[in-house]
Nanobody, 121 residues
Framework: QVQLVESGGGLVQAGGSLRLSCAAS????????MGWYRQAPGKQRELVADISSGGSTNYADSVKGRFTISRDNAKNTVYLEMNSLKPEDTAVYYC???????????????WGQGTQVTVSS
């Protein structure tokens, strides 16, 4: 089996910073794309940022220049550094990992349990 453990959410004032982490563990053969999504109340889940195994990144326009995604392949961990936070960034943040398990070596997608980020004005 595979487990994703997220950490780092919380309450912060507008203009502040937070760093999210998501660690994958278990029967993992390889990891492809790792990403962060968010879902605000009454809204659909949306992509925030993702990063390929080679380090190529992709960001939502709303977070470009403020958020930075990175990964540590040795630790199977993805990070999201969030700066200049705005009230509209308030949401539950989920990590998503596309990987291959050791057996069977098929592609799977796993989601983290979600971590709340609240930005006060």
């Amino acid at each position: 089996q595979v487990q994703l453990v997220e950490s780092g959410g919380g309450l912060v004032q507008a203009g502040g910073s937070l760093r999210l982490s998501c660690a994958a563990s278990g029967s993992i053969l390889s990891i492809n794309v790792m990403g962060w999504y968010r879902q605000a109340p009454g809204k659909q889940r949306e992509l925030v940022a993702d990063i390929s195994s080679g380090g190529s990144t992709n960001y939502a326009d709303s977070v470009k220049g403020r958020f930075t995604i990175s990964r540590d392949n040795a630790k199977n961990t993805v990070y999201l550094e969030m700066n200049s936070l705005k009230p509209e960034d308030t949401a539950v943040y989920y990590c998503k990992v596309d990987l291959r398990r050791i057996y069977p070596p098929l592609p799977y997608t796993y989601w983290g349990q979600g971590t709340q980020v609240t930005v006060s004005s």
